[in-house]
């Protein structure tokens, strides 16, 4: 079972960066596929990025690729999302999830945390 825990968001200005965390306190995250999705008010949630079992493969939204780096660490059974050159349609509230299986799909998940706000202004 794992029970993912988000935290480093906030408000940061266009441009600027943040660092989201995803610790499973359980720490048996290694076991699984890791992946961020968002959601802003009244749109459908959406894929960010994805990491396979042992960081072997990772995958990103056509929005974020080259903005965005997703990493892991499974001796403390975390994974990392970097955002960098933050736009104003980045703002969501940002979900971290434990899953197998397809990398973009959010059935492919069986668990998520709670979710962090992350919010650019301008």
């Known amino acids: 079972q794992v029970t993912p825990v988000e935290s480093g968001g906030g408000l940061v200005q266009a441009g600027g960066s943040l660092r989201l965390s995803c610790v499973d306190y359980?720490?048996?995250?290694?076991?699984?596929?890791g992946a961020w999705f968002r959601q802003a008010p009244g749109k459908e949630r959406e894929f960010v990025a994805a990491i396979t079992r042992h960081g072997i493969n990772t995958y990103y939204a056509v929005s974020v690729k080259g903005r965005f780096t997703i990493s892991r660490d499974d001796a403390n059974s975390a994974v990392y999302l970097q955002m960098n050159s933050l736009k104003s349609e980045d703002t969501a509230v940002y979900y971290c999830a434990a899953g197998s299986g397809a990398a973009t799909a959010p059935s492919a998940y069986a668990y998520w945390g709670q979710g962090t706000q992350v919010t650019v202004s301008s």
């Open positions: 359980g720490r048996t995250f290694s076991v699984y596929d």
